[in-house]
């Protein structure tokens, strides 16, 4: 690390980088954290409501609002920023505006001599890491994002609802783009060492495998419908971005759903896209290569196409 006080900042404080904060006060996972936004007075006014609460955190964090100065020496840049869709705009004339938002924030950031970690939370995050990857120039082990590490959390949690075990206990993973074209393979779903389809099928009934499909689908809607209840999803995202830290701050070399760039894994490259790889202090060390069914391979082909279409709509120079 290039900072030996665990140094985060996070660009954007709305309702996502707040439960992010929230969330890393919490749990102690930095010694520093700084918080920028385009109002400063925002800003100002969340490192108070935060520092109020340090009393009873048990942490010993610097918490302040500050500028893209501040983020020189820090260890990871968290960009959590983006413009809300406008009634009628269609997704690529989101996008672009959100590609403008991105350059106005990622070149401070890299002018200020920042040479730690970005982590991308703006959604479409499988497009955003990769635009952030090209504005910054950065090797694109030092830019990854979000991707489906929630939609992971989520599926693990049903999963161990519907089996009455403990979700840590289960082994599943979310794949592809976060988002509608998202899979879950269940070739490689476990609970504890054994197989989720085998317990479904040496269950007399008691599981059955058109459960787990029902599964991957209420993961797949699970956002939209806290949308619906609610205007939007922030505390699941804030905490997976703390479990994304405390993994790169720890050196764990966990395997995280992150959104990764692949290069000839699965027989896709020049793409970010939700995959499990091994996060630590240096980023995405390596992205695991899963034995995937041909079904699967064709799943994820078709999400990784999709993201590029998405892309190379931008069209950016």
Not at 41 to 69: C, P, T, V, W
Not at 226 to 242: D, R
Request: aromatic share 8%; charged share 25%; proline share 2%.
């Amino acid at each position: 690390m290039i900072n030996e006080k665990r140094k985060v900042v996070i660009i954007g404080t709305g309702f996502v980088g707040m439960s992010y904060a929230y969330a890393m006060l919490n749990q102690n996972a930095c010694d520093e954290m700084v918080l920028i936004d385009i109002d400063k007075k925002r800003a100002m006014g969340e490192a108070m409501d935060l520092n109020h609460g340090l009393a009873f955190s048990g942490s010993n964090m610097n918490i302040y609002a500050g500028d893209y100065k501040d983020c020189s020496d820090a260890d990871i840049a968290v960009i959590c920023a983006g413009v809300a869709q406008k009634s009628g705009e269609s997704r690529t004339d989101l996008l672009k505006r959100n590609t403008e938002v991105f350059k106005s924030i990622i070149t401070p950031v890299v002018e200020s001599g920042f040479s730690g970690i970005f982590l991308i939370a703006t959604n479409p995050v499988d497009i955003m890491t990769r635009i952030t990857q090209k504005l910054s120039g950065f090797d694109s082990s030092r830019v990854f994002g979000t991707g489906t590490t929630l939609d992971t959390a989520r599926l693990r949690y049903l999963l161990g609802d519907y089996f009455n075990i403990d979700p840590r206990n289960v082994h599943a993973y979310v794949m592809g783009e976060h988002g509608d074209s998202e899979f879950v393979p269940w070739s490689q779903a476990m609970i504890t060492t054994k197989p989720v389809l085998d317990i479904c099928e040496h269950s007399d009934g008691r599981y059955c495998r058109e459960e787990m499909e029902k599964l991957g689908i209420d993961v797949r809607d699970a956002a939209q419908k806290i949308i619906e209840a609610k205007k939007a999803t922030y505390y699941g995202i804030g905490m997976s971005m703390t479990r994304i830290t405390r993994a790169i701050f720890g050196n764990e070399n966990s395997v995280l759903t992150v959104s990764a760039m692949l290069k000839g894994e699965y027989g896709q490259k020049d793409i970010y896209i939700g995959v499990p790889a091994v996060v630590n202090r240096n980023g995405v060390r390596d992205v695991v290569r899963l034995t995937l069914t041909k079904t699967e391979l064709n799943q994820f082909a078709e999400s990784c196409d999709k993201l590029r279409q998405l892309y190379d709509e931008i069209n950016l120079q």
